[in-house]
Structures are given as structure tokens and as C-alpha cells.
């Protein structure tokens, strides 16, 4: 599986973000996918988890009610909306295939990262 992620940059606290990842090498509606981020100097963070068709999400609780996972199969195309960015939102975000949906989880495969950082 290849993932390409997307999307980050710099933007102002309280400001939004949308992330994508587009997947190949499989059949994208087979699998649970998912992104978790890294800060420098701080472990990797679950961050969210999508079901197949999308029917069944995860949060973490530090983003719960602010950011929104979604997916679309015809486009192979999974999306991270990210509302009222906080500066401790700042990290390399990583698109994943979990083994799990439900956190405590671990990943198969991951993408390049894409940058998001939030200015106070």
C-alpha cells in the first residue's frame, strides 16, 4: 500500500486545516485507515481511525469535537478536517492502515508526513 498525504501548512490558532491521503496498491475500500501524528521530541499520537465504509470512527480525546475524519472510497481518498487548531496541534501528521481501529493500535503502513503548524 502507498499513501500520500497532504495538505498541511502554517496556519493561525483557532484557524482549520484540511488533510488528505490517497492510497494505492490495494483495494482502498478493504481496509480501516487512520492518522496519528508526531511532535519533535514527543512519542507518536493516535490521533483518528476510519471504518471501510466509514460507518465506525475513533478520536483521540485531545482532538475529539474538533477534527473530523472521513474517507472516500471512489476516490481512494481519505480527509482529516481539522477545526480550532491549537499551537500543541503542531506535528508531522501521518496517514496509516492500522491493525486496529481502536486505540491502543498499531500500524501497517504510513505515508511521508505532512507538516501542521499552528501560530498562538
Known amino acids: 500500500v502507498q499513501l500520500v498525504e497532504s495538505g498541511g501548512g502554517l496556519v493561525q490558532a483557532g484557524g482549520s486545516l484540511r488533510l488528505s491521503c490517497v492510497a494505492s496498491g490495494r483495494t482502498f475500500s478493504d481496509y480501516g485507515m487512520g492518522w496519528f501524528r508526531q511532535a519533535p521530541g514527543k512519542e507518536r499520537e493516535f490521533v483518528a481511525t476510519i471504518s471501510w465504509n466509514g460507518g465506525t470512527t475513533y478520536y483521540a480525546d485531545s482532538v475529539k469535537g474538533r477534527f473530523t475524519i472521513s474517507r472516500d472510497n471512489a476516490v481512494n481518498t481519505m480527509y482529516l478536517q481539522m477545526n480550532s487548531l491549537k499551537p500543541e496541534d503542531t506535528a508531522v501528521y501521518y496517514c496509516?492502515?492500522?491493525?486496529?481501529?481502536?486505540?491502543?493500535?498499531?500500524?501497517?503502513?504510513w505515508g511521508q508526513g505532512t507538516q501542521v503548524t499552528v501560530s498562538s
Open positions: 496509516v492502515v492500522p491493525n486496529r481501529l481502536r486505540p491502543p493500535t498499531t500500524y501497517n503502513y
